[in-house]
Nanobody
């Protein structure tokens, strides 16, 4: 089992940047595909980005491609989400998730992921 703790959220003006972090503890971090999802008030959770176990492959939702970058540091048991050119519509709670499935990063479905963090709030003002 793995425990996930997100950090790095906050209030930022449109056009700004944030880097979210997700620290993992428990089983070997490098054995998990990792993903970031987000959920805005009154909406369903949606996929944002995912990364393979080694970090060699990534996948992004169309809505964030070019502005979001996912990365991981297996030595630090941490996955990151760099968000640039923030827009008010990026306002949401951002969750990281871990999948036991080797190819979990290829899926944008939350059901593929086995463990979830508590989330970190990102608020973008216009």
């Amino acid at each position: 089992q793995v425990q996930l703790v997100e950090s790095g959220g906050g209030l930022v003006q449109a056009g700004g940047s944030l880097r979210l972090s997700c620290a993992a503890s428990g089983r070997t971090f490098s054995s998990y595909s990792m993903g970031w999802f987000r959920q805005a008030p009154g909406t369903e959770r949606e996929f944002a980005a995912a990364i393979s176990r080694t970090g060699g492959s990534t996948r992004y939702a169309d809505s964030v491609t070019g502005r979001f970058t996912i990365s991981r540091d297996n030595a630090k048991n941490t996955v990151y989400l760099q968000i640039n050119s923030l827009k008010p519509e990026d306002t949401a709670v951002y969750y990281c998730a871990a999948s036991n499935y080797k190819l979990g990063y290829t899926s944008g479905h939350g059901s593929t992921y086995d463990y979830w963090g508590q989330g970190t709030q990102v608020t973008v003002s216009s």
